[in-house]
C-alpha cells in the first residue's frame, strides 16, 4: 500500500505499515483520498532531524485548528484518534513517516493524533521514539526530502519560500470507505484562508536585487539561441551552437580599385594566406567594399587585427574585425551533407537534387532572358528538357523515314497496275487490225 504526495520540492513515495499501525494507515489513506492534505504547508523544518506537516492552513495562522482525524470530518466524536505504538518500528532510518501526537486531555499517559504528520530527514532519531506513532516509508523521493532539509527558515522552521503539498495520489487502499465518507470528483482549490498563509509563492522570483544589465544579457542570448535554433530548423545553420572560425578577418570601408591580390600582398606580412577575397556585386562585378582574408592559423589573424586597424590602403582608412560570418562553414557542411547522401540517393530524384535546386534565383548573370526575367528552373533541367525534346524529334524522324520505305513498293505496284488497261487497250486494237488484213 502506497501513497504519492506531489509537492512544490517534488515527489514523495510513502509505503504504509498496514500491519503494524492499521488505524494510522487507514486515516492517512483517508485523509489522501479526501484531498484534505491540498496545498498543505510544509513547517518545523529542522536541518538534519524532520520536518512536518498535514495542517491544511498551518499552525501560525489563527484560523487553525491544527487539524482533524477522518472520523471527526465525518461526524465522530472527537477530531482526534488513538495511534499505535509497535515496539518493533522505531526511528532510525531517513524517511521514517510518524503521526505527529500529543497528550491526551483526558488521560497524560495516552497520546492522540489527527493529520498532521512528520517525516525524519535524519537517522537513529531515539528522540521521537514513543512520541511520534510510525506508520510508513519513504521509498522514492530522498532528493525531495533533502530539498527540503537544505531550504532557508525562519526561526521557528517555517521556508521562507513557500513548500506545500500539491496533490496526493493513492496507489492502494485496502480499506473500505466509512460510513458517510464522500470522495471529491476534483481537487478543491486553495481556501482563503490558505492563500492568506502564503509567503512566498514557490514560482514566485524575487526581484529585488535583481541586476538589469544581467537581466539584459540573458535576455539577448535567449534571443539568440531561439534564433539560432530558427536557422538550424531551415537547414541555414549546421547546428544552432556553431561559432564562426577565428582565423578569418573581416575588413571594410575598401577602396572600390582595391583588389584580391593586393590585400594579399598587404596582409601577407603576418602569416601564410589561404584566401582572400573582395565582395562583389553578382551583376555588375564592382567591389562592394569589404573583404574576407583566411590566415593558416589563428595567431597570425591576430597579429593582423591589432596591426591593421586604420591603415591607409589606395587612400582608404580601413576598419578590421574578426569575422563573425559563419555562412563559409554552413556551405562547406551543406555540400558534404548533399553528397554524402547523393550516393545514399532516395526521395523522388534524390535528395541532392532537391536540395540543391535554386527556384526563382539567379545563379548567373549569363542565365536569364532578355527581358530583365529569369526562368523558374535550373541550367540543369532546362539542358535536360532540350536533350528530351530532341530525342523525341529524332524519333519522329526515324518514324516517318521508315514509313516512307515501307510504303514505295506499294506504290510502284499501284503504278503498275494503273498501267494495265492501257495495255490491254492496245492489245485490242492490235486484234481488230490483224483481222481486218486478213
Not at 120 to 149: C, P, Q, Y
Not at 244 to 251: A, C, G, Q, R, S
Not at 333 to 346: D, F, I
Amino acid at each position: 500500500m502506497s501513497v504519492l504526495l506531489e509537492t512544490s520540492a517534488g515527489d514523495i513515495v510513502i509505503d504504509l505499515l498496514v500491519d503494524f499501525a492499521p488505524k494510522s494507515c487507514e486515516n492517512f489513506l483517508k485523509l489522501c483520498k479526501l484531498k484534505y492534505y491540498n496545498f498543505s504547508p510544509i513547517y518545523g523544518v529542522q536541518k538534519n532531524f524532520s520536518f512536518q506537516t498535514g495542517d491544511p492552513i498551518g499552525p501560525e495562522s489563527k484560523e487553525s485548528d491544527g487539524g482533524c482525524s477522518v472520523w471527526g470530518l465525518i461526524g465522530g466524536p472527537s477530531k482526534t484518534f488513538s495511534p499505535e505504538f509497535h515496539p518493533k518500528l522505531k526511528h532510525a532510518e531517513k524517511g521514517t513517516v510518524s503521526m505527529a501526537t500529543v497528550p491526551s486531555a483526558r488521560d497524560p499517559d495516552m497520546r492522540v493524533a489527527a493529520s498532521q504528520f512528520i517525516i525524519t530527514t535524519g537517522n537513529n532519531l531515539e528522540f521521537l521514539d514513543g512520541k511520534a506513532a510510525i506508520f510508513g516509508r519513504v521509498v522514492e523521493g530522498f532528493d525531495s526530502l533533502e530539498h527540503i532539509n537544505e531550504a532557508f527558515c525562519d526561526d521557528k522552521g517555517r521556508p521562507l519560500r513557500d513548500i506545500r503539498i500539491r496533490h496526493t495520489v493513492i496507489l492502494d487502499d485496502p480499506y473500505d470507505d466509512l460510513p458517510g465518507y464522500i470522495e471529491p470528483a476534483e481537487s478543491p482549490v486553495p481556501s482563503a484562508a490558505q492563500l492568506a498563509t502564503v509567503r512566498l509563492a514557490d514560482d514566485e522570483e524575487l526581484e529585488e536585487n535583481r541586476d538589469e544589465e544581467a537581466e539584459d544579457k540573458r535576455r539577448r542570448e535567449r534571443e539568440a539561441r531561439a534564433q539560432a535554433l530558427t536557422l538550424e530548423m531551415v537547414g541555414d545553420l549546421p547546428f544552432a551552437e556553431v561559432k564562426p572560425p577565428e582565423n578569418i578577418l573581416f575588413v571594410c570601408k575598401l577602396n572600390p580599385v582595391t583588389q584580391d591580390e593586393d590585400l594579399e600582398l598587404i596582409f601577407s606580412r603576418f602569416g601564410k594566406i589561404l584566401s582572400c577575397e573582395v565582395i562583389r556585386d553578382k551583376r555588375t562585378g564592382d567591389s562592394l567594399q569589404y573583404a574576407f582574408i583566411e590566415f593558416e592559423n589563428q595567431r597570425d589573424c591576430e597579429q593582423a587585427y591589432f596591426k591593421m586597424q586604420g591603415v591607409l590602403i589606395d587612400d582608404h582608412r580601413i576598419h578590421v574585425d574578426f569575422s563573425q560570418s559563419v555562412s563559409k562553414l554552413s556551405e562547406t557542411w551543406r555540400t558534404a551533407t548533399n553528397s554524402k547522401r547523393a550516393r545514399q540517393g532516395g526521395g523522388f530524384g534524390g535528395v541532392s537534387g532537391l536540395e540543391k535546386k535554386r527556384q526563382y534565383k539567379i545563379m548567373d548573370s549569363t542565365v536569364g532572358r532578355s527581358d530583365g526575367y529569369s526562368m523558374v528552373f535550373d541550367r540543369d533541367e532546362v539542358r535536360r528538357r532540350h536533350e528530351r525534346a530532341g530525342d523525341r524529334k529524332s524519333r519522329i524522324r526515324r518514324k516517318s523515314q521508315s514509313r516512307s520505305r515501307s510504303r514505295s513498293p506499294v506504290k510502284r505496284a499501284r503504278d503498275y497496275s494503273d498501267r494495265r488497261p492501257d495495255r490491254e487497250y492496245d492489245d485490242r486494237r492490235r486484234e481488230d487490225r490483224n483481222r481486218n488484213h486478213w
